[in-house]
């Protein structure tokens, strides 16, 4: 009866077990990145996970490159945002493209219009116009039909 008892709960302790593995997500392939921190990949979507396997990044995006450490580009069929390490969205991935930041401003691009966006995501200059072009130290030149306005610097 012992022999009975001790291999059921045997049976049990690997279904119970082989249950909870069931439940942790498979990936076709995980990428180390750093930190704890690996790439994740699903039918061609990237994610990011934790050493616990924690997502961090669900597999929602095309292509996710690194940025800074802790922020990255994300791509999403043909548009790009920026996400960080915690899977906040910091900028929605609707930009035709976004050029590197320099003194905390980006410029960007959507539908073919160009405008001016800021890292933590505060749009500075809609993307309204064809061209912008630095004017002064005060002010930005923005061309749209043709027309020319200064744009204040904030």
């Known amino acids: 009866m012992k022999t009975i008892?001790?291999?059921?709960?045997?049976?049990?302790?690997?279904?119970?077990?082989?249950?909870?593995?069931?439940?942790?997500p498979v990936y076709d392939k995980i990428v180390k990145y750093?930190?704890?921190?690996?790439?994740?990949f699903i039918n061609g979507r990237q994610g990011m996970i934790n050493l616990d396997?924690?997502?961090?990044?669900?597999n929602e995006y095309d292509e996710i490159k690194v940025?800074?450490?802790?922020?990255?580009?994300m791509y999403n069929v043909g548009h790009q945002?920026?996400?960080?390490?915690?899977?906040?969205?910091?900028?929605?991935?609707?930009?035709d493209k976004i050029n590197k930041f320099e003194n905390n401003v980006?410029?960007?691009i959507k539908d073919g219009k160009k405008g001016l966006i800021t890292m933590d995501g505060?749009?500075?200059?809609?993307n309204d116009y064809d061209e912008i072009k630095s004017y002064d130290e005060k002010h930005w030149k923005g061309?749209?039909?043709?027309?020319e306005t200064l744009i204040d610097k904030k």
């Open 143 to 147: 061309i749209r039909d043709g027309l």
């Open 53 to 58: 396997g924690k997502i961090i990044i669900p």
């Open 67 to 73: 940025y800074k450490d802790t922020l990255f580009w």
């Open 81 to 95: 945002g920026m996400i960080d390490i915690h899977g906040t969205v910091i900028i929605p991935a609707d930009y």
């Open 122 to 126: 505060t749009i500075v200059i809609p």
């Open 106 to 108: 980006a410029w960007t």
């Open 34 to 40: 750093k930190n704890g921190y690996s790439w994740t």
């Open 5 to 24: 008892s001790l291999a059921l709960l045997m049976l049990v302790t690997l279904a119970t077990t082989a249950s909870a593995q069931d439940d942790k």
